[in-house]
């Protein structure tokens, strides 16, 4: 298996990557109170020694009253956190890896009364978790300009702390994707209508960072077609209107855009075999990152209902990376169980590839 296509340097910019992996964004829940401990940097200096090019943290949350749940979700504010997160980020570059925070806010998907600040109220661009479906109030104008502030603050903590860039979540149905989505933003002033005008948040954000952050600081921009309240939902139906969708994103100042599938190898149009990167990259013409169950034989939502995966080849990925349909892959569970899967898959290791299983998700390290 000649895996060339995985180990050749990527570069953009400043950034300058070993290889083409990287590792995908997984939240785990082990930052209490919202501070990343000790044991968070030894998970991710892990997996730098093992080869990754990349690391996207967990999902990390902007300041904002309601941005998770979850108390144990790391916050990306305040002194502890950062801190927290400064360990980690010289743990990484101190393997040779390079890393940058998912920034996060979930949205409507948050339960009213949880989370550290059980008593703010919940927050989305028209009060709908799903179509149809509302829950509570809108965001008022203001308070939607003060969520673009909190996005860019964070970004421009991740620069000072030493981060290589920063990504931003718009994707899986949480807060900018709920902007993004006609089921839930049903908006009437300047971030709602047309797909373009869902789009305002998003395209504000992102210029936000970039003024925050300089010309120099890498965004990457995740989205995906698919929701979590809906697996068959779609933004875009075809290449035309993928367009309509992505060049203001791209105008707006995004560098690498990682197109969330479940499987990777799926086609995103009829007619060409070109998944959702494959097509973002050609349109926008900006690198772009590819995920979804690379060395797996199910993908990702049936490890939340409890199921495995076992290990598969790769040879369909290494077809389309010596196409150079797109320049990076996101590798997620399979890097859960197998710290070190880059460095096997250099290596021809891949018969002592681990399967993929439940606890892994629970686990520390
Ligand atoms: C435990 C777990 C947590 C995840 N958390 C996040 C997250 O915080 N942000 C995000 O964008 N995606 C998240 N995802 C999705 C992954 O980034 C990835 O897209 C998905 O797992 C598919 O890749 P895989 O099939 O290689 O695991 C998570 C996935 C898993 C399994």
């Known amino acids: 298996m000649n895996t060339s296509a995985l ?9 300058k990557l070993a290889n083409r992996t990287v590792m995908a964004p997984m939240t785990r829940g082990f930052s209490p109170n919202g501070i990343p401990t000790d044991d ?11 080869g990754v090019g990349l690391i996207i943290t967990e999902g990390t949350l902007i300041n904002h009253p309601a941005a998770t749940d979850n108390t144990s979700y790391p916050s990306f504010f305040g002194e502890e956190a950062l801190a927290g997160w400064k360990k980690v980020v010289d743990a990484v570059h101190s393997a040779g890896g390079k890393i940058m925070p998912q920034i996060w806010h979930v949205g409507a998907v948050r339960r009213p009364g949880t989370g550290p600040f059980p008593e703010a109220l919940s927050a989305s661009p028209s009060g709908l978790v799903s179509k149809d479906k509302k829950v509570f109030e809108a965001l008022s104008i203001e308070e939607v300009e003060g969520l673009v502030a909190d996005y860019a603050e964070a970004a421009s903590e991740a620069k000072k702390i030493g981060f290589d860039g920063v990504e931003i979540h718009g994707a899986h149905g949480y807060l900018i994707d709920q902007f993004f989505w006609a089921d839930t933003n049903v908006r009437t002033d300047r971030y709602g209508g047309s797909l373009v005008a869902r789009s305002q948040f998003a395209i504000e954000i992102v210029k936000a960072v970039r003024e925050r952050c300089g010309d120099d600081f890498p965004i990457v921009f995740r989205w995906s077609q698919w929701k979590q309240q809906d697996y068959d939902a779609r ?8 367009a309509e969708f992505l060049k203001p994103l791209s105008d707006a100042g995004v560098d690498i855009f990682h197109c969330s599938q479940r499987r990777f190898w799926e086609s995103e149009f009829e007619g060409s075999d070109m998944n959702l990167a494959g097509w973002t990259k050609k349109i926008t013409g900006k690198p772009t990152i590819s995920v ?14 409890g199921e495995g995966a076992e290990v598969a080849n790769i040879d369909n990925l290494l077809e389309k990376m010596n196409n150079h349909e797109f320049d990076l892959i996101a590798i997620g569970r399979s890097l859960l169980s197998n710290p070190d899967w880059v460095n096997k898959v250099r290596d021809g290791l891949i018969d002592q590839l681990k399967p993929f299983t439940q606890d892994h998700i629970g686990r520390l390290l």
Not at 40 to 50: D, L, N, Q, S, T
Not at 294 to 305: C, I, K, P, Y
């Open 292 to 305: 979804g169950s690379v060395g797996l034989n199910q993908e990702f939502l049936t490890s939340f209902r």
């Open 235 to 242: 933004l875009t139906n075809t290449p035309e209107e993928l």
């Open 40 to 50: 968070v940097a030894e998970y991710y200096r892990k997996r730098a020694e093992g």
């Open 7 to 15: 180990f050749t340097p990527f570069e953009l910019g400043k950034l």
